[in-house]
T-cell receptor
Framework: DTGVSQDPRHKITKRGQNVTFRCDPISEHNRLYWYRQTLGQGPEFLTYFQNEAQLEKSRLLSDRFSAERPKGSFSTLEIQRTEQGDSAMYLC???????????????FGPGTRLTVL | GQQVMQIPQYQHVQEGEDFTTYCNSSTTLSNIQWYKQRPGGHPVFLIQLVKSGEVKKQKRLTFQFGEAKKNSSLHITATQTTDVGTYFCAGTDRSGGSNYKLTFGKGTLLTVNP
């Protein structure tokens, strides 16, 4: 399968625990995005990377959230001291962007569904 | 900040009827994308519109981008049960400089009665 993969697919944790999610993008893609989606809503932008550089973080992202993409390949999203309001689907997407083209087609992964008890 | 509004929130049709969902942005967009998300699935990219007044077709789907680049629509002709899902529009505003930080609408959930 050459699509975007995410691990784990489901995570149940107790409030106050730390969790880490992993995203493996499509191999040649240089951009990687994290979004959060709650029931009945569209995905909300959290952060994105161009290769290994994290270029923007949403104001929605509190200090408890951190994301890395150490070698410009896979990425991790860590949530510290989880709260019940963190319960959501965390989606990763990747794309290939060229400075010669403006068009970009993001591919979304299956998501990690987080439930905080 | 940029807001993207989508109507209707829900639409139930009989198989064979047409369906349209509308998207409006509070700011002028540099481009707009449309996605389909099946129940329990993840968003799947359908198309991107960039030019003012652009119209694109994919089989029974017709996508339009408004002249002012602040609104868009998706029209499905003769719906089929395979069209069931939530359709999202997502835009980037002109101050973005590049095609990132998509702002999604809340989506329109389409159900089709066979």
């Amino acid at each position: 399968d050459t699509g975007v993969s995410q691990d784990p697919r489901h995570k149940i944790t107790k409030r106050g625990q730390n969790v880490t999610f992993r995203c493996d993008p499509i191999s040649e893609h240089n951009r990687l995005y994290w979004y959060r989606q709650t029931l009945g809503q569209g995905p909300e932008f959290l952060t994105y990377f161009q290769n290994e550089a994290q270029l923007e973080k949403s104001r929605l992202l509190s200090d408890r959230f951190s994301a890395e993409r150490p070698k410009g390949s896979f990425s991790t999203l860590e949530i510290q001291r989880t709260e019940q309001g963190d319960s959501a689907m965390y989606l990763c997407a990747s794309s290939l962007i060229s400075y010669l083209r403006l068009a970009e087609k993001p591919f979304f992964g299956p998501g990690t569904r987080l439930t905080v008890l | 900040g940029q807001q993207v509004m989508q109507i209707p929130q829900y639409q139930h049709v009989q198989e064979g009827e047409d369906f349209t969902t509308y998207c409006n942005s509070s700011t002028t967009l540099s481009n707009i994308q449309w996605y389909k998300q099946r129940p329990g699935g993840h968003p799947v990219f359908l198309i991107q519109l960039v030019k003012s007044g652009e119209v694109k077709k994919q089989k029974r789907l017709t996508f339009q981008f408004g002249e002012a680049k602040k609104n868009s629509s998706l029209h499905i002709t003769a719906t089929q049960t395979t069209d069931v899902g939530t359709y999202f529009c997502a835009g980037t505003d002109r101050s973005g400089g590049s095609n990132y930080k998509l702002t999604f609408g809340k989506g329109t959930l389409l159900t089709v009665n066979p």
